[in-house]
């Protein structure tokens, strides 16, 4: 990577941004979500969702604020202290050493700001390139969800992965 990147709250002017990569069916089809989202409903839905202290929303950027991808924290639980990790990098900035250091930013945000216990993610089985970032920066299997989610036709096996505090610590020292 020749440039630091960063994590930013999501703001309603980056909707545009997300519109073209929530349309984008090479992305949604691993986020396993259709790719149909108008630009008004991502408005109707930012409006509306964005006081919910489950969430956390957030924009890859680049210190001069090229926008690189997504990062969510979803599901936030304060009692159990546990949330889904998801994560977009565009399609153009792919390839580029991001999305590692973009689940890393995630990490720490999700371990020393919101003291989470634990960070869970789904990914499909056929997203090995997913899979192994996520290994590399400390995620383990779970589990596997058998034809899990239908994606082109198709039935798809996930995995579940997931990192604990403690651990994140432990690679971070």
Avoid at 47 to 72: A, H, P, S, W, Y
Avoid at 134 to 144: C, L, N, S
Avoid at 145 to 161: A, Q, V
Wanted: aromatic content about 14%; some cysteine; glycine content about 4%.
């Amino acid at each position: 990577m020749t440039q630091e990147i960063q994590l930013r709250a999501l703001e309603k002017d980056d909707l545009a941004f997300l519109h073209k990569l929530f349309n984008n069916p090479d992305i949604m089809n691993f986020w396993f979500s259709e790719s149909y989202m108008s630009l008004e409903l991502m408005k109707e839905k930012f409006d509306k969702n964005k006081d919910v202290e489950q969430t956390r929303e957030f924009i890859l950027t680049t210190q001069d604020q090229v926008k690189l991808g997504f990062v969510g924290l979803y599901e936030i639980e304060q009692r159990h202290r546990n949330a889904e990790f998801a994560i977009m990098i565009d399609p153009a900035h792919q390839g580029k050493g991001y999305a590692a250091t973009a689940t890393e930013l995630a990490m720490d945000y999700a371990f020393s700001v919101l003291n989470l216990h634990k960070l869970y993610l789904i990914v499909a089985k056929a997203n090995e390139k997913a899979s192994h970032i996520y290994e590399k920066v400390g995620f383990q299997t779970e589990g596997v969800m058998t034809e899990h989610f239908y994606i082109n036709g198709e039935y798809h096996d996930c995995i579940m992965m997931s990192v604990f505090q403690r651990d994140y610590w432990k690679m971070k020292s």
